[in-house]
């Protein structure tokens, strides 16, 4: 029987800040999925709610549910033996009351198999992750561009472009250091002001669309497998393109059937005539 495989935790995330070793997460919303970035050697699975533009069809991640995560984080658990799986919070999981807030992000541990969670937000959110932090669940900051508040924000635009935007930035990484998050997702800010940001706080910084300074980079796995035709965000590198080899594959599915070639003998099972009725 092989040797149990080493979990990486949260300790581990912020000693390679320290070391100056650069940290990698990818997303999973299923079992295979998960078993692939798991087996790949990435440090941290993000079952995000991007489930909900990725997965399940939404313009938005407004509209998925806490069932919806709970569902998609006990499949990527299951897939997962080495790497930090975070759960994402929902919108309107959190900034609730203390009660409901502390076991929505305790669900994720106890019936999800999540080892820590992910909220956004800045100073509006810091004293809701003292409360999951105070209840022995780690948790993991989100802020620049953040998908939850994209009616707020106007849009999925760059943020922190100005002197006042980029200065409330710096000051909510210091505030959710302060609050006790252990890493902290930098979206879509200017490469300059995260790069500031990750030498003011000790936390790591994990950049999407933040440039090469963060102490590590995440994409949604979709997007890095070329899995959505044409859809190609300005931060995302495509290591294959896999919706053409899997559009090819379907279609050639389709013409052998229709012509006959499948399936073809070596397909099937036999019988001795015997036996036939």
């Known amino acids: ?65 806490m069932a919806d995560m709970l569902h998609h984080t006990r499949a990527v658990s299951r897939g997962v033996r ?33 080892q820590a969670v992910k909220l956004e937000g800045g100073r509006e959110v810091a004293e809701t992750v003292r409360v999951i932090v105070s209840a022995g669940i780690p948790v993991m900051g989100h802020l620049g561009l953040t998908p939850q508040a994209v009616h707020q924000l106007g849009g999925y635009r760059v943020q922190g472009r100005d002197a006042a935007t980029a200065r409330r930035l710096l000051e909510d990484a210091r505030i959710l250091e302060a609050a006790g998050v252990f890493s902290i997702v930098l979206e879509c800010v200017p490469v300059e002001l995260a790069q500031r940001i990750t030498a003011a706080v000790s936390v790591p910084t ?22 959505y035709g044409d859809f190609k965000p300005k931060f995302v590198k495509r290591y294959a393109e896999l919706y053409k080899d899997i559009a090819r594959a379907l279609r050639e599915f389709r013409e052998e059937v229709e012509a006959g070639r499948f399936p073809g003998p070596e397909h099937g099972y036999s019988m001795p005539e015997e036996e036939l009725p």
């Not at 029987?1 to 919303?29: C, F, H, N, W």
């Not at 941290?44 to 709610?49: A, E, F, H, K």
């Open 1 to 65: 029987m092989p040797p149990p495989v080493k979990r990486i935790s949260t300790v581990d995330i912020r000693r390679k800040k320290q070391e100056g070793r650069l940290i990698t997460m990818l997303t999973a919303y299923d079992y295979p999925t998960a078993r692939l970035v798991d087996d790949a050697g990435v440090d941290m699975v993000l079952v995000g709610d991007s489930v909900g533009n990725v997965i399940l069809g939404y313009d938005s991640t407004i509209p998925v549910t």
């Open 82 to 114: 080495r790497a930090l799986v975070i759960g994402d919070m929902p919108f309107l999981s959190y900034n609730l009351d203390r009660a409901e807030t502390l076991r929505n992000a305790g669900r994720f541990l106890q019936e999800a198999g999540a």
């Open 206 to 227: 994990i950049g999407i669309g933040a440039g090469p300074h963060c102490d590590g980079q995440v994409l949604v796995t979709h997007d890095l497998l070329g899995l």
